[in-house]
């Protein structure tokens, strides 16, 4: 393969890469722009090699036939495979892909960027065999599918698409009163607590507590809650916010 077809490559792969991470920079996802490039660039280097010169049949060494020392000794040469570097990229795409998908509460979110990075492999990997009509349209599809059906999603269906109900807790509480708390939180709100924070203040014998709760399912009316809270032998002060943050995977 000439330089200039293999440069062409590349620069294809980044191009390609970059059409889809932008989509996914764009909703501000863990996986953007440049993983998308780099996944793309890798598995388009990757396949680069598998059907290159450096991977061809090599001359090991020469033998007898049959055992025989009076017969014509014959070479014998190792065949590449150019589906075995092909196939570990499929493998280890799946690492990358496991990293983008998070755990947020009892909801998972980053399995579409998850996906998104495994169809990014696969068009790097049609630039490296040369099939760019091929990558140029899978590239097409996908941020058509990320984007524009991403956005019918965002606005016809907005009704039905699901909710992260989140509420964010700040209590600041006489320290020797932190086991009162946290049993009124397991009383009210159990096995709901997605993220705690404690910080200690020495000076004045207190501690803030920031707790941030998974509401799914659940109705609260934050008036009602302030003053049950507040009414919890210790508590200083207390700030409680409900949010609701849109499904984006």
């Known amino acids: 393969m000439e330089l200039n077809e293999q440069i062409l490559r590349l620069f294809l792969a980044l191009l390609l890469g970059s059409v889809v991470g932008m989509e996914r920079e764009y909703i501000q996802q863990s996986a953007g722009l440049r993983t998308h490039i ?34 014509t000794l014959m070479g014998y040469r190792l065949v590449r495979d150019p589906a075995r570097i092909a196939s ?23 399995l579409t960027t998850a996906a998104s990075l495994w169809v990014m492999a696969s068009i790097g990997m049609l630039v490296g065999v040369g099939c760019y009509q091929l990558a140029v349209t899978a590239t097409f599809f996908s941020f058509l599918v990320l984007f524009i059906i991403g956005a ?9 698409l699901k909710k992260y109900t989140l509420l964010r807790l700040l209590v600041t509480v006489q320290e020797k009163h932190m086991t009162e708390i946290e049993q009124w939180l397991e009383k009210n709100f159990p096995n709901k607590t997605v993220e705690v924070k404690i910080q200690h203040n020495e000076d004045t014998q207190s501690v803030s507590m920031n707790y941030t709760i998974d509401m799914h399912g659940t109705q609260v009316n934050v008036n ?26």
């Open 224 to 249: 009602t809650l302030s003053r049950k809270l507040n009414a919890v032998e210790g508590v200083l002060s207390a700030s409680l916010k409900v949010y609701h943050e849109e499904k984006e995977e």
């Open 38 to 71: 780099l996944v793309c660039l890798g598995a388009t280097i990757f396949t680069m090699i598998s059907i290159s010169d450096i991977t061809a049949g090599v001359t090991l060494g020469h033998t007898a036939a049959l055992g025989n020392p009076n017969d």
């Open 88 to 110: 570990q990229i499929v493998v280890g795409i799946g690492f990358i892909g496991g990293g983008a998908v998070l755990r947020h509460g009892t909801n998972v979110r980053g």
């Open 152 to 160: 019918l999603e965002r606005t016809m269906f907005k009704k039905y």
